[in-house]
Every structure is written in structure tokens, then in C-alpha cells.
């Protein structure tokens, strides 16, 4: 593909963490997700030879029980398929390209359907594109006014968009570079849906490319920020507060991972890099907490293959450290912001939104969203941070639900 360029608009919350800038997309080239062989045997040499530490007395109250670890580790080393899996998702058209240094991977699936709309999807953290590859088939085919066109990126520092430029943690740089990559793709007019992070970034694309964004849809978001207050339970109904109350004990004891990878992501970085078990164990920690509360452990909540898939690309792009960097760099850019002298310190968000919450989410509406300013708001009782990965149909539904009306737009 040839030369592009995308110039997106300033605007009203600039700030030092904010800055306009002008992407040139020289050339997007096919990839071909490929470890060499000598990969795949360190890896297994690697776990094999684990050196593990005495069992916990407490379960999951003190991190992964050793016996669940090893259980997966085993299987990651002598059952786990790698060459399948990798087969399985170069079935997807996958592409690269490279903005000012930073290498950005992503998926390009088109419908061939009338009236497909254009949907950029967002991962966030711990994660990859592999989390939305349940709903990408369902997306892409219809029906006919119901379809996507579907992009689907690797986050600068995640899987194959790695290494990780200095810089490109930043939010407000990786949503400029998001929809600049949309225009560069021929899309004028799209929707954009984001979890976790992601769900951060959906929101400043809609704010730097307000012309050309139709509607944000979120999942995996937060009930206030994650080192702010206490939420006050009063006055909330009773799912409203079980939800507080899960986002307070997180407060209290699930936010390790956040300090670290906020703090000193480099002395993390070796662990991450060094020991595949240490990299699971910091990684199936989070799906153990964030997924569906039903679900006793992880491999209950996702399919085993696709977490393991998950973790494995992680492994083998370094993606761990390079994403805890990336986090670093995002709170920094954030502190900037909150900081920021600017009347306007915040995205004001120009087009519709959609927010739907599962079952194991903290988010409460009335703290989430006190202006009701957002549209669609969905609740269900199940799943959990991953449902594309844990109830792909629910999300698969509420995607058409808020986009259908939107799709006149484009």
C-alpha cells in the first residue's frame, strides 16, 4: 500500500501529555505470525526446568496456588499446540507497518457484506488481538446490515507491535497513530470499541477524530480511577454495590501489578522476560480475578487454548515488559494531564456511547457516568473483563445493539 498521511485536529485539553500529531503511513506490509523453532524448545526447556517455590497456605488469597500453576505450566509445556494455534490465527489477515519507529501490528478482516460498518477494536492489558478472535468470524459475516469491516491492532508494546518506542505508552499518541492507521485503511467513517485500556484509548480517538468517529463501545471499565477514593456505598442499589464493594478490595489488595508496572517496570521487566512461569503467574493472577466470579479458576472462565495462546505471543514478543513500560508511560501521561493548568483537562466526548458491564466488572453507572451522557449502557450477569474470550455472543449482541442504529452515519 502506498503513502498516506493523516492530520488530526487539536484539541480543547491541550496539555504537555497531549500533542497534534501528523502520521505518514509509508507502506503497510502483509505479516505472517512465524517463532522459529529454537523458540518454541527454549520456551519448553524453560518450564520444564522451573524451579518453583513452597505451596501458599492461603489458596488465591496470596497470588496462584502452586498446584494451579503447575497444572498449566505442565500442559503449556508437553500439551499445549503452539504450531496450531499459530496456524489458527494467521488464518486472519494480519499486516504491519511502521509509524515514526514504532513497529504497529494489526488484524484487517473485511465482510464483503452490504452496509458493513467499519469497527476498530482496542485490547487492553494483559492481552493481545487473540482475545477477540471468537467474535471476528460472527462480526465479518452478518448478516447483511449487521456485518463489519473489522481492524483490529496490536497495541504499541503488545504482541507483534513490539519493541516499545519511548513514548508510545501514551494514550493521546496511540489514538493520533489508531486513527490515523483507519484513514490510511480507507475508512472515512467508523466505530470504535475498546476494553480495559483500550476502552481509554476508544475514548480519545473519539475526541481527536470526532469527524470521523460514529460511536464508541466499551467494555472492561473501571467504577472511578484506580488510586482515587474509596467508593461510598450508600444509596447504590444492590448490584450497584457489590460492584463497589469488588472495586474497593481491588483497591486494597489487587493493585500489586499496577504499583509495579507504574513504578518500575524495568526491574519487572527481567522476571517477565526470564521465566515463562513467572509470566503466566502474572498473567493468569489477572484472569483469575477479573473473570466471571462463577468460574473457580481460570480455565473455567476462557478456553485454556486461548489463554495459553495469549500468554505465548506475549512470550515470545517480550510483550510483558514492553507492555508494563507502556503502562508506566500512560500513567505518567495521565498524571501530566490531571496536572495540566488547562480549564479543559479531559477528552469531551463528541459521539454516542456504549458501556456494557458483566458480571465480575466494578463499574457503577452513577459514578461511571453521573451526566448520563452515555446512550447504551448494558448489564449482564455473566461473565467478567474478557467477554470476548468468556461470553462472545453477549458481546457479539450488544455491539449490533448500539451500532445498528449508528450505521446511517456512515
Not at 1 to 29: K, Q, W
Not at 165 to 176: C, K, R, T
Not at 247 to 253: A, D, I, L, V, Y
Request: charged fraction near 20%; glycine fraction near 8%.
Amino acid at each position: 500500500m502506498g503513502e498516506h498521511h493523516a492530520e488530526l485536529r487539536s484539541d480543547p485539553f491541550r496539555n504537555a501529555s497531549y500533542v497534534s500529531v501528523m502520521f505518514t503511513i509509508h507502506t503497510i506490509d502483509p505479516y505472517v505470525i512465524e517463532v522459529h523453532e529454537a523458540e518454541l524448545l527454549d520456551l519448553r526447556r524453560r518450564l520444564r526446568a522451573a524451579r518453583w517455590p513452597e505451596p501458599s497456605p492461603d489458596g488465591w488469597e496470596r497470588g496462584v496456588p502452586l498446584s494451579s500453576l503447575q497444572e498449566m505450566a505442565t500442559y503449556w509445556a508437553d500439551g499445549f499446540d503452539w504450531r496450531a494455534q499459530e496456524a489458527a490465527l494467521n488464518r486472519f489477515a494480519q499486516f504491519r507497518t511502521n509509524l515514526d519507529g514504532q513497529p504497529l501490528h494489526f488484524l484487517h478482516l473485511r465482510s464483503g457484506r452490504p452496509g458493513a460498518l467499519p469497527l476498530l477494536m482496542v485490547h487492553g492489558w494483559p492481552s493481545s488481538p487473540v482475545e477477540f478472535t471468537r467474535v471476528l468470524t460472527a462480526l465479518t459475516a452478518g448478516p447483511d446490515g449487521a456485518a463489519f469491516d473489522v481492524v483490529v491492532p496490536s497495541l504499541p508494546g503488545y504482541g507483534a507491535s513490539t519493541p516499545l518506542e519511548p513514548g508510545w505508552g501514551n494514550l493521546f499518541l496511540v489514538a493520533q497513530a489508531l486513527a490515523a492507521l483507519m484513514t490510511a485503511l480507507g475508512y472515512d467513517r467508523y466505530g470504535v470499541h475498546g476494553t480495559d485500556v483500550g476502552a481509554g484509548v476508544a475514548e480519545v480517538i473519539a475526541a481527536v477524530a470526532r469527524d470521523h468517529v460514529i460511536g464508541t463501545h466499551a467494555t472492561g471499565t473501571v467504577a472511578a480511577m484506580p488510586f482515587g477514593p474509596r467508593l461510598d456505598t450508600a444509596e447504590l442499589s444492590v448490584p450497584d454495590q457489590a460492584r463497589a464493594i469488588r472495586f474497593n478490595e481491588w483497591q486494597e489488595s489487587g493493585l500489586g501489578y499496577l504499583h509495579m508496572q507504574t513504578t518500575r517496570p524495568q526491574t519487572l521487566a527481567y522476571a517477565l522476560t526470564d521465566s515463562p512461569v513467572g509470566h503466566l503467574a502474572w498473567i493468569v493472577e489477572k484472569f483469575h480475578e477479573w473473570t466471571d466470579p462463577a468460574a473457580a479458576e481460570p480455565g473455567a472462565a476462557v478456553d485454556l487454548d486461548q489463554l495459553l495462546t495469549n500468554v505465548s505471543l506475549s512470550w515470545f514478543t517480550r510483550a510483558a515488559a514492553a507492555s508494563a513500560h507502556a503502562t508506566y508511560e500512560g500513567m505518567q501521561a495521565y498524571r501530566a494531564m490531571a496536572s495540566a493548568p488547562s480549564p479543559a483537562t479531559n477528552p469531551v466526548r463528541q459521539s454516542p456511547a456504549g458501556v456494557a458491564v458483566f458480571a465480575a466488572d466494578t463499574t457503577v453507572r452513577r459514578i461511571f457516568d453521573p451526566t448520563d451522557r452515555i446512550s447504551h449502557w448494558s448489564e449482564f450477569d455473566r461473565g467478567g473483563h474478557f467477554p470476548a474470550m468468556e461470553t462472545p455472543e453477549l458481546l457479539i449482541s450488544d455491539l449490533r445493539a448500539f451500532f445498528g442504529p449508528l450505521r446511517t452515519q456512515v
